[in-house]
């Protein structure tokens, strides 16, 4: 057994000892209500096991509380990036990409198959209610096993082998999560930026449970949400990642006070945070987080006129001229460039599951795929938009990972328009239109929409490119941008011929990670979003993979779990990497292009090196934005 325990001041310790802490603090945010009566002080806000932070240990300086802190956001449902932001998880990734727990006490591990996951004793929710293991078994027992409010049953990562794991609460601060054979994607799958929140606000939410509350509040209230039943209402109240309702008690940083209409999100710091400083002050140490919805045109803009204290998303590479230019002229902010840890800054996804069937089988052809990707001038695109400055090649892990083969990134990825018109005449596509393009088999013109959020200027500026360059290979490229929730319910639904995102969200693995994004496991991936639907309803929709080398990525994917040695994880990996790149499922084009970040000069404690990345890291998360702080906070709260 190997016990996961926190990386900072409780090493060695017994769960049950008591680390001393250090003269805590008041917040003087807090003050006036602790004065009044209406909250408790520090000392009975914390758990009596707080995670204690060494910041000089960390080569950080300690901070002063207060202040607010200003973001931008394109779209009002984006108030969910303070829960990635914000990071508060049971285990969280550390800056070298280990994992230590964070809301958790600690872990014990059994083989990779039984996790003990002790509890803060004292830890509370932002109202004051007790967080404890009653939590983790109303989702368990009233949530996830409730055929109303879950009719697809509990989520896939609670089975291993076809079979359902166990879950036990010996006590109110301990929790069991135990199956026959090895989940060794467990722990990784809590300290995602998306985690499957396995615990609720039980005390909250049983309002809105037809097993708890009085039937006739609970129809009331069904009626007053207009909604069809109670099941639905509990789904409404429940957004725990969404953040979308300020009733709703959290654990996160700061707590949401804005409600859905509202323009201007204002989120304000968490009484109860678990999180301390070495000289007793309790985390975060800004405020006030006012997140303001524009359009996501006045992003760069507006950060230009020195509008935003911390500002990523949004911002692109192509900004950075612009945003340099108002750094010198302003002298209000930075502007830092960290990696980018996608696979693939821009990647078309050809939809293996497109519900035409001409198309579809077109696609489905290997050697078409592969002329697609040799008919990208990426070297063009490279010099046109990131000044030279990305990575040249296909979708594959980045050269941070010990993965990495400069043959994975060459695969198929010459710009060589000869070589990629072969491939399509030995298609048999060799019928033409008057126009030069090619016919499909059944004599259509082969026009190849790619739809697009239509989010990112470089996106499109890059098919442009691509435009010029496969109209030499006989084919049309059609650009059709729409909103981004219509684009992914179009993919999934399998009405769009091809996309084009980000490459995978994580391009810095290791053997540890867990290589099943690399599988149909999936409908995020764009390439196989059917495939994805039925491994992730385990049959209950979409359609079983049809490729061989699908087929073999899951039966590798699967192996990957069967083993924990290093050397056979690393050679699964690679193989699995290695079809990927024989394949072109996803046609990368440019990766690691540095990713803009804009900080006030009053903001302490970012990192001026980061990789900006959402799985694993959270982009801001892995960084721990709790403890970046103002230099000044009376100034950016007076501005």
Known sequence: MRKLVILLSLIGLPLGAQTPLPPLQESSFWAQEVNAGNMPPIQMRLPSAPLIVDLAAKGRSFGKQGGTLRTLVSRS??????????????????????????????????NDRKF????????????????????????????????????????????????????????????VFEWDGPNSSFLPLLAQASPPFIYRPAHYLKQFHGDFADPEALAKEVRSA???????????????????????????PWINTSEDDNSRKLFVRNPYYHRIDSRGVQLPYIDVVEMTVVGGGLIAAKSNAGEVDLQARGLDFPDIAILKKGEIDGDKYRTLLWANGAASQIAIYPNLNFADPVWREVMRDVRFRRALSLGIDRRMINRALYFGLAKEGGMTVL?????????????????????ANALLDEMGLTERMPSGLRKLPDGRPME?????????????????????TWRDLGIRLIMRPLDRDILRNRIYAGRTMAAVWFGWDNGIPGPATSPSYLAPTNQEFFSWPMWGQYYQTMGGSGEPPDMAPAEKLMRLADDWTHTNVTAKRMAIWKEMLAIHADQQFAIGILSKAPQPIVVSNQLMNVPEEGVWAYDPGAHFGIHRIDEFYFQDPLVQVSR
């Open 77 to 110: 449902k984006d108030v969910r990036q303070m829960v990635v932001y914000g990071y508060a998880r049971l285990v969280g990734y550390q800056p070298d990409y280990s994992l230590a727990p964070d809301l958790l006490h600690s872990v014990d591990i059994e």
């Open 116 to 175: 003990t996951l002790h509890l803060r004793p004292g830890h509370r929710w932002s109202d004051g209610t007790p967080f404890t293991s009653e939590d983790f078994r109303y989702w368990w027992e009233n949530v996830a096993n409730n055929d109303k409010i879950t009719p697809s049953g509990p989520p896939e990562f609670m089975f291993v082998e076809d079979k359902l794991g166990r879950v036990t609460f010996p006590d109110l601060e301990t929790v």
């Open 226 to 252: 207009r909604v069809n039943s109670w099941a639905a209402l509990h789904n409404k109240r429940d957004n725990m990642l969404k953040y979308d309702n300020p009733r709703e008690p959290t654990l996160q």
């Open 399 to 419: 050269p941070q990972s010990p993965m990495y083969q400069d043959a994975f990134l060459n695969a198929w990825s010459d710009f060589d328009t000869d070589r």
């Open 448 to 468: 190849f929409v790619v739809e697009t959020a239509g989010e990112r200027s470089e996106e499109e500026n890059a098919l442009a490119i691509v435009t010029d």
